[in-house]
């Protein structure tokens, strides 16, 4: 996949994950954590602004192909799992790893589904930060040295 297709995929899952933050808003009452239904509101529209802003500037990264692939993967399955993470634990009140959102221990399988998920994620965003911000030194870089050939 080109790196303008990545740009435009990142800016259309963005949109759409941000709708998905918003409608989860609307039935926060009826969830059975609607602590935590708020933080998948939230989440839904955060992860969904980052991933339009990483949209917006995805032309700017200096990475190889390679690397470029694995960071827009990395990228989705961070913000979606996170969004997931967090309803999955606000609709069956579960999500320990969260005590601060109101977590409370539910089902075996279930917590281990949203543990993994939310260590997962937390990697997998660690990477994509590290590689964005590579990408954006390179680009720093290579408009230094044209501009300093260029005197």
């Not at 800016?11 to 941000?18: E, I, K, S």
């Not at 969904?48 to 690397?67: E, K």
Request: hydrophobic fraction near 55%; aromatic fraction near 12%.
């Amino acid at each position: 996949m080109q790196k303008k297709s990545q740009s435009d995929w990142l800016l259309f899952l963005g949109v759409l994950l941000f709708l998905f933050g918003l409608l989860i808003g609307l039935v926060i009452p009826m969830m059975a954590n609607p602590r935590m239904g708020l933080t998948a509101h939230l989440e839904g529209v955060m992860n969904g602004m980052f991933l339009v802003f990483l949209g917006l500037i995805w032309h700017r990264l200096v990475i190889n192909d390679n690397w470029l692939s694995y960071t827009f993967w990395l990228t989705l399955y961070g913000s979606f799992s996170n969004f997931v993470a967090v309803t999955l634990a606000a609709i069956t009140g579960a999500g320990k790893m969260m005590p601060i959102a109101g977590g409370k221990e539910g089902p075996t399988i279930v917590e281990g589904l949203i543990s993994f998920l939310l260590i997962s994620l937390a990697l997998a965003m660690i990477f994509v930060c590290v590689v964005v911000l590579t990408g954006l030194y390179q680009n720093i870089n290579r408009s230094d040295d044209k501009t300093t050939t260029n005197q």
